[in-house]
């Protein structure tokens, strides 16, 4: 147990479904990211949120939405999706953003997304 | 864009036995971190390497960062079923972290 949670842990959808992911942290962090592992691949950052304002978004397509409503709660929302999107979905935080000398981060479980 | 390469991509070993793996970039690390990642869960840090040279050891697991700062290595002794997972290397930039691809190691009992 991390201390980051995420729902659902399984998740198949349709291309034309729409669904979210929760991520939610109770470590008090103020830094919240979502990360794509795709098998082969290494893991890939999309969005990093710091106290609830976006600092990053990996050229991410704008089929993934972000959310950040507080310190606590992240959520990725997913519409159209395309069968290469099938991957896991991995939600992580930090007391402050990671900066050159590292700090830690603590990842949830993950959601697994199959897109048909 | 620092660019990690992870090796052997894949190790399977039996219960007892040693291994190796091994991280390394082209330019110099700041630092780097070693995580690792079981079946169904999130990777979890297992140690931050920061000094050129340095060594750590966390129980059966010994870390190294090369001289130069550009590898590092992570030494399993006397493996066990418990130790299989993905292990990762990353380097915090930026706010973020970059991640290699991972050795996926299976011990067999």
């Known amino acids: 147990e991390t201390g980051v949670t995420q729902t659902p842990r399984h998740l198949v959808m349709g291309m034309t479904n729409k669904k979210s992911l929760k991520c939610e942290q109770h470590?008090?962090?103020?830094?919240m990211y979502w990360y794509k592992q795709s098998a082969k691949k290494p893991l890939e950052l999309m969005f990093v949120?710091?106290?609830?304002?976006?600092?990053e978004n990996n050229s991410v397509p704008s089929r993934f939405s972000p959310e950040c409503p507080n310190s606590s709660h992240l959520f990725l929302h997913l519409h159209t999706l395309q069968p290469e999107d099938s991957a896991l979905y991995l939600c992580?935080?930090?007391?402050?953003?990671?900066?050159?000398?590292?700090?830690?981060?603590?990842f949830g479980p993950g959601t697994r997304l199959t897109v048909l | 864009t620092q660019l990690l390469e992870q090796s052997p991509q894949f190790l399977s070993i039996q219960e007892g036995e040693n291994l190796t793996v091994y991280c390394n970039s082209s330019?110099?690390?700041?630092?780097l971190q070693w995580y690792r990642q079981e079946p169904g869960e999130g990777p979890v840090l297992l140690v931050t390497v920061v000094t050129g040279g340095e060594v750590k050891k966390l129980k059966r697991l010994t870390f190294q960062f090369g001289d130069a700062r550009k590898d590092s290595s992570l030494h399993i002794t006397a493996a066990q079923p418990g130790d299989t997972g993905l292990y990762l290397c990353?380097?915090?930039?930026?706010?973020?972290?970059?991640f290699g691809a991972g050795t996926t190691v299976t011990v067999r009992a």
């Open positions: 990353a380097l915090p930039n930026d706010y973020k972290l970059s």
């Open positions: 330019s110099v690390f700041s630092s």
């Open positions: 992580a935080s930090s007391q402050d953003p990671i900066a050159g000398l590292g700090g830690e981060q603590f």
């Open positions: 949120y710091s106290l609830e304002e976006r600092v």
């Open positions: 470590l008090g962090h103020n830094a």
